[in-house]
């Protein structure tokens, strides 16, 4: 008899599973596919086929998938090969706290390449995948100018406490919070522009903004007084660089695909301006999708020196972490520069994770590789870049990074660790 087994069925999405299939033909081909539709009614499908073995079992942290959407042995490859049905989709958890994304496992006894009424699954699994943990708080922040939200996790605390940014996507983005605060972090999604009463476009970076925010996060009573973090990425790290350079209260930074420069938006703290580089426009390539390519139009490392953060004045710890196939922007390129301004003046507090592969959006592990996706502030699509394998594999050991750099460096006491 057919069986499609998997445990854990309801579990966090950054959590690995374990998939099989039992009660097969000796050696027989089958094919495993997984739904997910979000709340917009937005359908994504992955598929992958195998060949039992001769008991006539397969079991996805073992075999290999022959073909489909990933090839090899990878036991969550159904998760983050997942594609979106209308392309340039970009999967986005919006309600962190009241539903999961259910994604259905179906088996076929035989090759299924395209889906038909007639032909039906012997056996289906409906996975949650949850971007909450139990006893996880959601807290609106309206407080002075600061807009976002707080997660915190159960307990009395005090916690680590993390301000999340995003970049160009605008508005209030919560899942990378919410599942960070799952593992035992007080975190900020913290929005910026796009939102509520803040401005519609980004014309300008005002860094006292994120300073109010970064003071409000250490005044609150279930937050560590020693220090807080900044994950960030795309235009939020440029952000999260220029508060670790700027606000003594930023202890540990986290920069995902990011530049070591203000690029196209000009920021102010105090007395201080910085003036952005900008995109040499008629370099963007358009790819064969239709998504525009705008790594040509980048300046990378190239670019005038006045711009560049004086990221050697950061008291503390930065952890750079760049996908060497991010069609977005030369963010290796900047991260070598960051890393380089350290070297020449004799500081060791930067950290520098390359990925071969990898593109710009390096989200939690199991995420499907967006490639490419819609803006609202831009007429065509932007290539993201990145291959799926190397990707996901990014994904997957830099949260890990991630999470064991965090508790490092914004744990009072070692002995806590």
Known sequence: MFQLVVTPQIALADEPLCIRATGLNPFQVVTFKASLTDEKGKL??????????????????????????????????LFWSLKPVNPFRRLVKQDVMNSPFYIQLDLYDSFVLEDFPNIQPKASQMIERWYSGPGLQRIPIR?????GTLFLPPGEGPFPGVID?????GGLVEFRASLLASHGFGVLALAYFAYEDLPNSLLEIDLEYFEE?????????????????????CKGAEIGLAMAVHLKQVVATICINGANVFRETPCKYKDLVFKPIFYQVEYIQIHVSGAICSLHGDLGAEVNQQSVLRVEEAQGHILFIVGEKDECMNSKAYAEQAMEQLRRHGRSNGTLLSYPGAGHLIEPPYSPLCFASWNTFISRPILWGGDIVCHAAAQEHSWTEIKKFLRHHLFPSRSKL
């Open 213 to 233: 925010a970064a003071n409000m996060l250490m005044h609150h009573p279930k937050i560590h007084k020693s220090g807080i973090g900044v994950i960030s990425v």
């Open 143 to 147: 407080e002075g100018r600061v807009r």
């Open 44 to 77: 994504f499908l992955s598929r992958a086929f195998y060949k039992a073995d001769e008991a006539g079992n397969v079991d996805l942290e073992k075999a290999a998938a022959l073909g489909g959407d990933y090839t090899g042995v990878h036991p969550m490859g």
């Open 165 to 169: 940014l995003f970049g160009g996507i």
